[in-house]
């Protein structure tokens, strides 16, 4: 059965930092990773999705890595802002392409 | 992007009333819809697949007979938590897919059981 961690659970950094939140994933036998966000009581915002065969996607400023051998992946977020506050899960697709396992999430809090 | 609805976004009951959700998928068709719960501080638990046309498959622990799903057409599915007890009080949230394509999620229905 597939198991996703997040690391850190809960994060609270100044703004302007860059920051890195981790993905780590049991079973290396992935479709594809997703980063979504998750704001109080809303929905999930897609953020980046990864295919199993490549290593990073970029979207402004976010990057998310993924080293599906090792069953990491990273999501980097440069010079962060408040708005950037919310919940982030990552979720891994198995090999139908189908079903989702997410993560615990990290909770970030950019302070002003 | 796809747009997925859901209704209502929230929904106070009392203990013992069934009580229906709505997933709408409103600019493409969704051959398989996906249900979610999640309880407060933790993560996205799938409970059931649906695909356009036929049975639900629910995942281990979640009661097919508790947590009706019907998927009538390629645009919408529905849950239906029957007799709710103050246990199932969770933000629910579907999500849909067309063939070959990423899953789109809807906004959740917070649903409170008193």
């Known amino acids: 059965k597939q198991e996703v961690t997040q690391i850190p659970a809960a994060l609270s950094v100044p703004e302007g930092e860059n920051l890195v939140l981790n993905c780590s994933f049991t079973d290396s036998a992935i479709y594809n990773l997703q980063w979504f966000r998750q704001d109080p009581g809303k929905g999930l915002t897609s953020l980046l999705l990864?295919?199993?065969?490549?290593r990073e996607q970029t979207s402004g400023r976010l990057n998310a890595s993924l080293d599906k051998s090792s069953g990491r992946s990273t999501l980097y977020i440069a010079a962060s802002q408040p708005g950037d506050s919310a919940t982030y899960l990552c979720?891994?697709?198995?090999?139908?392409?189908?079903?989702?396992?997410f993560g615990t999430g990290t909770r970030l809090q950019v302070t002003l | 992007g796809a747009v997925v609805s859901q209704h209502p976004s929230w929904v106070i009951c009392k203990s013992g009333t069934s009580v229906k959700i709505e997933c709408r998928s409103l600019d493409f068709q969704a051959t398989t819809m996906f249900w979610y719960r999640q309880f407060p501080k933790q993560s996205l638990m799938l409970m059931a697949t649906?695909?356009?046309?036929?049975?639900?498959?629910?995942e281990q622990g979640v009661e097919k007979d508790k947590f009706l799903i019907n998927h009538a057409s390629l645009t919408l599915s529905t849950l239906t938590v029957t007799s709710a007890h103050p246990e199932d009080s969770s933000f629910y949230i579907c999500s849909a897919r067309a063939p070959g394509e990423t899953q789109y999620f809807g906004p959740g229905t917070r649903l409170l059981v008193l």
């Open positions: 649906s695909n356009e046309g036929s049975k639900a498959t629910y």
């Open positions: 979720a891994v697709s198995d090999g139908t392409a189908s079903k989702l396992t």
């Open positions: 990864i295919q199993s065969s490549q």
